[in-house]
């Protein structure tokens, strides 16, 4: 992640739908929006902020596929090749004495796989430094909405009076 430099402007909404509602005003209106937080998720917010759709489904499909196919080598390669036994009059290659495992290392692959992806796209881990909040309200009962004042060509006060007018209930100046 990359650290926090330079003069931001936050506006500090009341209502998670007055937040909604003003990013595409704000956007319209030319201004840059650095990020939004709030303490839950905004279903449409990502669209209204111009974030593509994830591919995090994609990743955990083929954490998925990775699961079932070293299941499936493993059990196939040991029970059927390398140690054959004949179990119950089954063949030694039966797949579907395979399917409860095979399952259950799919699910296991996808969540490690889907955590460990989730770390390393959000910057997390060991020795992360993580930058200070723009507002400490921001995770309990406020939304906040932070503009980067050097990526913006509006003036400070044009910004500020934007905010206001799409429902921000405080505008204060934030340096880093």
């Given at each position: 992640?990359?650290?926090?430099?330079?003069?931001?402007?936050?506006?500090?909404?009341?209502?998670?739908?007055?937040?909604?509602?003003?990013?595409?005003?704000?956007?319209?209106?030319?201004?840059?929006?650095?990020?939004?937080?709030?303490?839950?998720?905004?279903?449409?917010?990502?669209?209204?902020?111009?974030?593509?759709?994830?591919?995090?489904?994609?990743?955990?499909?083929?954490?998925?596929?990775?699961?079932?196919?070293?299941?499936?080598?493993?059990?196939?390669?040991?029970?059927?090749?390398?140690?054959?036994?004949?179990?119950?009059?089954?063949?030694?290659?039966?797949?579907?004495?395979?399917?409860?495992?095979?399952?259950?290392?799919?699910?296991?692959?996808?969540?490690?796989?889907?955590?460990?992806?989730?770390?390393?796209s959000n910057?997390?881990?060991?020795?992360?430094?993580?930058?200070?909040?723009?507002?400490?309200?921001?995770?309990?009962?406020?939304?906040?909405?932070?503009?980067d004042l050097?990526?913006?060509?509006?003036?400070?006060?044009?910004?500020?009076?934007?905010?206001?007018?799409?429902?921000?209930?405080?505008?204060?100046?934030?340096?880093?």
């Amino acid at each position: 992640m990359a650290e926090l430099s330079g003069k931001y402007l936050v506006g500090v909404y009341d209502d998670d739908d007055t937040v909604l509602h003003a990013v595409p005003k704000l956007r319209k209106a030319g201004v840059k929006i650095k990020e939004v937080y709030s303490p839950f998720p905004i279903h449409g917010l990502d669209e209204a902020l111009g974030h593509p759709r994830t591919r995090i489904g994609i990743a955990a499909f083929m954490f998925g596929v990775t699961g079932c196919c070293v299941a499936l080598t493993l059990m196939i390669w040991t029970m059927g090749i390398d140690w054959p036994m004949i179990v119950g009059g089954k063949d030694p290659i039966s797949i579907p004495n395979y399917i409860p495992i095979t399952f259950e290392l799919t699910v296991l692959f996808t969540a490690f796989g889907m955590v460990t992806t989730f770390f390393i796209s959000n910057g997390l881990g060991p020795g992360t430094h993580f930058h200070p909040r723009f507002d400490l309200r921001s995770t309990d009962n406020k939304f906040v909405m932070a503009i980067d004042l050097g990526r913006n060509s509006m003036s400070e006060d044009e910004i500020s009076r934007a905010l206001r007018d799409s429902g921000a209930e405080e505008v204060n100046i934030k340096q880093f």
